[in-house]
């Protein structure tokens, strides 16, 4: 028999939800919508698939290695390529950074409740994740991360919004924070849903890329907002001097010469992202307000989701599972470390719209509870 390093016997693989179609078959359905994945209703950005269309031309050769998406993506944020980095999605740099800056042995520092991939990476690279509790409405609390930070601390991660609550940390707490860790360690903010965010909070959601600090860095994605979920894009923004050891342990080709023409489209693509987060913006507002009304708690959710708190895991396992006949998939959160929630992704409005109509039918079950 094969043996494996010990720490590798502690993963558990990240489960993906049903699909559609598994759920048809399993409940008899004619319909399902999917609501699991924060994935962008609106599909792909038209430029970018466009743009990926043409690269499939040149798929007989290998492609720049992201080269001219770190040209085009410092352009776009006004910094040099060589703070940029680039790699099949933001969740592969969280992976590649651990495995760079950690060793066996070391720490990382998190909360209970964010980003499954965090916990899943760090313990990949031999290290050990420290987990504090969130704070109150399942925020990012600083003041216990500054706390729980020791010199053994190596990688402070952030997801800002945080996955799976929506939540954020903002502009000052975040100024606060880096002013008390030193810049001895990394502090990585997952600015997945970034755009999102942005939207919802202009006045005092962070933008990282900004900070010009030498240890923080800021991940992005073109999954979300921009819709190209499976061609697995993400990069990077930090200080050059840390950003070289993250191409120094990319693989030479990735992401594929298709992912990054999308990528490079996708940035141009400015109404699609601007109709993308007005919609999310009217959506989050509606779903939020109607589970509300019917005397669900939820997370003040920034992203393109919102988690409902069923108070016991039991309660949450039936309200997934009554979704899911009703024929929408959401996602349940044992495996983030949440097993009283459930995250709902929102879609296009008239999706909003049906669904706000089955969780105010639903709050005559489960708020009377």
Not at 2 to 7: F, N, Y
Not at 18 to 46: C, D, H, M, T, W
Not at 62 to 79: S, T
Not at 267 to 291: C, I, K, R, W
Request: proline fraction near 7%; aromatic fraction near 8%; include cysteine.
């Amino acid at each position: 028999m094969i043996d494996v390093p010990a720490h590798l016997k502690q993963l558990m693989p990240y489960t993906p939800g049903a699909s559609p179609e598994q759920i048809r078959r399993q409940y008899g359905l004619e319909n399902v919508l999917k609501l699991a994945s924060n994935e962008n209703p609106f599909g792909p950005s038209p430029k970018g698939i466009e743009a990926a269309a043409n690269a499939l031309q040149h798929a007989h050769r290998y492609n720049d290695g992201g080269a001219a998406l770190r040209d085009r993506l410092a352009e776009h944020h006004g910094v040099s390529p060589d703070a940029i980095s680039v790699n099949n999605g933001s969740d592969a740099i969280i992976h590649q950074i651990m495995r760079t800056f950690l060793l066996p042995g070391q720490t990382a520092l998190s909360a209970h409740g964010s980003f499954v991939s965090f916990r899943i990476a760090v313990l990949a690279a031999g290290a050990t994740p420290t987990l504090v509790p969130m704070g109150p409405g399942y925020r990012f609390d600083v003041e216990a991360l500054a706390h729980a930070y020791t010199p053994a601390i190596k990688v402070i991660y952030i997801a800002n919004p945080n996955n799976p609550t929506g939540t954020f940390i903002t502009r000052d707490e975040l100024q606060w924070l880096i002013g008390r860790i030193p810049d001895t360690t990394l502090i990585v903010l997952d600015e997945a849903y970034y755009e999102y965010a942005k939207h919802a909070a202009p006045e005092s959601y962070p933008d990282a890329i900004t900070l010009d600090r030498p240890n923080v860095i800021s991940l992005r994605t073109f999954s979300k907002a921009y819709g190209l979920a499976s061609l697995r894009v993400g990069y990077a923004v930090g200080h050059p001097d840390v950003m070289q050891w993250l191409r120094r342990t990319s693989l030479p080709f990735d992401p594929n010469g298709p992912a990054c023409a999308a990528a490079v489209a996708a940035l141009d693509d400015v109404d699609f992202v601007a109709t993308t987060v007005a919609t999310n913006h009217e959506g989050l507002s509606m779903l939020q307000q109607s589970l509300r009304a019917g005397g669900f708690a939820t997370t003040d959710s920034v992203a393109n989701f919102v988690m409902v708190d069923c108070v016991t895991p039991e309660r949450a396992a039936d309200f997934h599972v009554d979704l899911l006949r009703r024929g929408y998939i959401s996602r349940p959160l044992a495996g983030f470390g949440i097993p009283n929630g459930v995250r709902i992704s929102t879609g296009l409005p008239e999706q909003n719209s049906a669904l706000a109509n089955v969780l105010r039918d639903m709050a005559t079950t489960y708020v009377s509870l």
